[in-house]
């Protein structure tokens, strides 16, 4: 029988493959639009707001300057956060699953980022070869995995951080957690991976669980909510 740590590592990889294709073919050229000026219709305008309010209240939690500071901006898509981290002189190594959005980012770079630097990658934000960061960002890079991997995947991070994780996650709430049941009845008309939502006291009671994060501590929490756009930020922080 499969350990339950294998186990886990499989529904991760599962997942994993799911979202490479989701965002590297199918949503490639809808998420580059997302993030960037082009007009769009009401309800994606509304997401695109919340993202930002989201992109925001994460750099607030970063320092204002970043010079000579390593940070690893965990499923970058775009590179949006990317730049605003550069721009305060961090050395940011960019990593996402899609090359297609990694090689958007990397061509729309702009030049004016004085000391910051980037380091532009494709693969997975838990390889071992990536170094080892002052502050990590994963902005809904984790939304789409089982919590229980949400968290093993933050552990992970965790042993290469020596300041910082910011994460964000979808937050379960009554209604939707009623939209989800009704939706699993009724096959899935699109090939997005789901979003896993999980509930605040869950996910602290799983981090507050996992040993690998026991010189870890909660620090700022905030749920934004625009629209179709639902996700909320945590800031762990090292003891
Ligand atoms: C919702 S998008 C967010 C992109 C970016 N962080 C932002 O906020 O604009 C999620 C991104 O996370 C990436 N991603 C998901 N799992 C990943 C993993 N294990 N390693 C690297 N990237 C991952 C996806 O490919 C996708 O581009």
Same mark, same amino acid.
């Given at each position: 029988?499969?350990?339950?740590?294998?186990?886990?590592?499989?529904?991760?990889?599962?997942?994993?493959?799911?979202?490479?294709?989701?965002?590297?073919?199918?949503?490639?050229?809808?998420?580059?639009? =997302?993030t960037s000026?082009?007009?769009?219709?009401?309800?994606?305008?509304?997401?695109?707001?919340?993202?930002?309010?989201m992109r925001r209240t994460l750099l607030s939690w970063l320092p204002q300057d970043m010079t000579g500071l390593r940070l690893l901006d965990a499923g970058?898509?775009?590179?949006? =956060?990317?730049?605003?981290?550069?721009?305060?002189?961090?050395?940011?190594?960019a990593i996402d699953l899609s090359p297609t959005l990694v090689q958007h980012a990397r061509e729309n770079l702009p030049s004016d980022l004085g000391s910051g630097r980037v380091e532009f990658l494709?693969?997975?934000? =838990?390889a071992d070869n990536l170094g080892v960061f002052d502050h990590v960002v994963a902005m809904d890079s984790l939304i789409h995995y089982r919590a229980t991997d949400s968290v093993a995947a933050l552990a992970r991070i965790a042993r290469r951080t020596s300041r910082s994780i910011l994460f964000?996650?979808?937050p379960l709430t009554p209604p939707l957690a009623v939209m989800i049941t009704v939706g699993r009845l009724f096959p899935r008309g699109d090939r997005s991976p789901a979003i896993e939502p999980v509930g605040e006291k869950r996910l602290a009671g799983l981090l507050a669980r996992d040993s690998a994060l026991i010189d870890w501590r909660q620090g700022q929490t905030k749920r934004i909510e625009s629209g179709f756009y639902k996700s909320q930020a945590v800031e762990l922080l090292r003891i």
């Open positions: 029988m499969p350990s339950f740590q294998a186990t886990m590592a499989t529904s991760y990889q599962l997942r994993r493959g799911q979202i490479e294709t989701y965002f590297d073919r199918t949503a490639a050229d809808a998420w580059k639009k =997302l000026d082009a007009p769009l219709g009401r309800i994606r305008a509304t997401v695109r707001a919340g993202r930002d309010e970058c898509g775009t590179g949006v =956060l990317t730049v605003e981290a550069a721009r305060r002189g961090a050395h940011v190594v494709s693969g997975d934000m =838990l964000t996650f979808a």
